[in-house]
Nanobody, 123 residues
Framework: VQLVESGGGLVQAGGSLRLSCAAS????????MGWFRQAPGKEREFVAG????????LYADAVKGRFIISRDNAKNTVYLQMNSLKPEDTAVYYC?????????????????WGQGTQVTVSS
């Protein structure tokens, strides 16, 4: 499975961005998907996760109410709509997939990872 993130960039505080993660290769609409982020000097952290059907979603407290995760299984793509962005949201954002199809929050529970896309929020 190959995962390619896109949609990152520079945005002012209060703005919005939508990240996309396209899966290719040995793909399956039954995989769970997740978004993580890593800021400079910090550990990678969970942002949001969605199960294979989209019926179960989990968010980190830091983004709850501002970010929305969704998926389009016909396109093998997962999205992260990020609203009301803050400077502390600045990080490299990674998508990952869990072949068991569940919604997960731990790094160790994901099987494949993308290369990441940079999101920078200016104050």
């Amino acid at each position: 499975v190959q995962l390619v993130e896109s949609g990152g960039g520079l945005v002012q505080a209060g703005g919005s961005l939508r990240l996309s993660c396209a899966a290719s290769g040995r793909t399956s609409s039954t995989y769970g998907m997740g978004w993580f982020r890593q800021a400079p000097g910090k550990e990678r952290e969970f942002v949001a996760g969605i199960n294979w059907s989209g019926g179960s979603i989990l968010y980190a407290d830091a983004v709850k109410g501002r970010f929305i995760i969704s998926r389009d299984n016909a396109k093998n793509t997962v999205y992260l709509q990020m609203n009301s962005l803050k400077p502390e949201d600045t990080a490299v954002y990674y998508c990952a997939t869990d072949v068991r199809g569940l919604v997960r929050s731990r790094i160790s529970e994901y099987d494949y990872w993308g290369q990441g896309t940079q999101v920078t929020v200016s104050s």
